[in-house]
């Protein structure tokens, strides 16, 4: 045999055992939400994001473990189990949202429910969950685990309301993980991770997971490409209640991953999320974490660049509505404009969010957009063609495709969102 012959062999072997390889391989998660805090700020959001991550990854074909407010013996405990049923060659995702906090000359720890801290940082070093130590161990094992944090990383003696403070320690620091691994936090070093945008926030869920679920299930979206926009829309959102949030990424691994591999396009529909899951308050040594299906509150994230559902298909509205205004909302803070700020103060006259735009109106040199008229007073297209319209809008604001604008501009000569398709056009390269 020619050398030519013996190499191209040995090429041909080694791709088969590679395809083999990765045929066999599996994809797990452990997705872990904690809102009942015992003895520090319980969260409000943390295990509806845990929720919503485990129904997207089992979509995107994980094997998903959930643990929800959990205690430091089950966190350790699920995650020893966890860790004995990779192999390798598999896909891990590891996602944990609730407090965080790292104290002076330690790693990051991810608290269980019933931790108990004092003044010496001694408890979070005895009874957190060490990142770093996660890291470590599923690393050993997997051929590509991607770490998605969604906690804190701010002063953790400044408390707020609306975010997921730290009880104790120093912030999050940015982390150096081995060959193999992506870690992604929401936020960057000495910001706060908002748990909602605002007391009568709509959506059940964190602002960067939020985010994140809305992009991870585009097809052919690289992990790293997917966390640009997600840092984008994230920062967008953020600033619009004068807040400053940016996700970070440190990137280790040794290729690309996708939750959807193939053309770029939309990724399958998961099935309907699961309804609120109020936290667990009683403070037991151990409670056992309980899912219990609810009416749903809102809307599944919605796919990028998806055809409008049929009218079978749909929501409620008032199941809908929320998650509609908060994304006309979004629309009009990212293009920043009087006409876009306008625009939806004539949509949502009474909105949630109609204190913030009259505001960002008047500072813009004029007087804030006096209150529509009622309905009933103005000349109006049916309810159905509005409700067409908007959802022809949203599509287009959602995929941010030119085809998509440019297909409302024509549908919608004189549409409600006319200047703000014409406004998105000029930024597009």
Not at 238 to 255: G, I, M, R
Request: charged share 20%; aromatic share 6%.
């Amino acid at each position: 045999m020619t050398t030519t012959a013996l190499l191209v062999s040995l090429a041909v072997a080694v791709a088969a055992a590679c395809a083999a390889q990765d045929a066999g391989a599996a994809r797990l998660a452990m997705v872990v939400g904690n809102d009942a805090y015992q003895t520090i700020n319980k969260l409000r959001n943390a295990r509806n994001d845990a929720v919503t991550m485990a129904r997207e990854l089992e979509a995107a074909g994980f094997k998903v473990t959930r643990v929800l407010d959990a205690t430091r013996e089950r966190l350790n405990s699920e995650f020893d189990g966890f860790v004995r049923r990779l192999e390798k060659g598999d896909e891990v995702v590891f996602f944990f949202s609730g407090h965080g906090s790292q104290p002076p000359q330690a790693g990051p720890f991810l608290l269980p429910v019933d931790i108990k801290v004092g003044s010496d940082h001694k408890s979070i070093l005895r009874d957190g969950f060490s990142l770093e130590t996660a890291i470590e161990e599923l690393n050993q094992r997997a051929r590509f685990s991607l770490f998605i944090i969604d906690a804190c990383r701010d002063d953790p003696f400044r408390q707020t309301v609306a975010g997921r403070s730290l009880p104790s320690g120093s912030g999050l620091a940015r982390i150096e993980p081995p060959d193999g691994t992506l870690v992604i936090m929401a936020a960057s070093k000495g910001q706060q991770a908002l748990d909602r945008l605002s007391d009568n926030d709509p959506v059940n869920n964190g602002l960067f997971t939020r985010e994140l679920v809305k992009q991870m299930r585009t097809r052919g979206l690289p992990v790293t490409e997917m966390l640009r926009k997600v840092r984008t829309n994230v920062v967008a959102a953020a600033n619009s209640v004068n807040h400053k949030q940016k996700p970070s990424l440190t990137d280790e691994s040794t290729a690309d991953f996708f939750f959807y591999p193939g053309a770029t396009g939309p990724a399958p529909q998961p099935s309907p999320p699961p309804a609120y899951v109020p936290p667990v308050t009683t403070p037991a040594p151990e409670p056992a974490p309980v899912i219990t299906p609810m009416p749903t509150l809102a809307p599944p994230p919605r796919v990028q660049a998806a055809p409008a559902p049929t009218p079978a298909a749909r929501l409620p509205a008032a199941a809908s509505d929320p998650q509609r205004e908060f994304d006309a909302w979004e629309a009009a803070t990212r293009a920043g404009t009087r006409s876009a700020f306008e625009g939806y103060l004539s949509q949502y006259p009474g909105g949630r969010y109609t204190p913030l735009a009259r505001d960002k109106l008047s500072g813009m040199g004029a007087a804030a957009a006096a209150p529509a008229a009622p309905a009933a007073a103005r000349p109006t297209a049916p309810v159905n063609n509005a409700q067409a319209e908007f959802e022809v809008w949203d599509r287009a604001v959602t995929s941010g495709a030119r085809a998509d604008y440019e297909r409302y501009l024509s549908l919608y000569p004189g549409g409600r969102y006319l200047d703000l398709a014409r406004a998105a056009i000029k930024k597009l390269p």
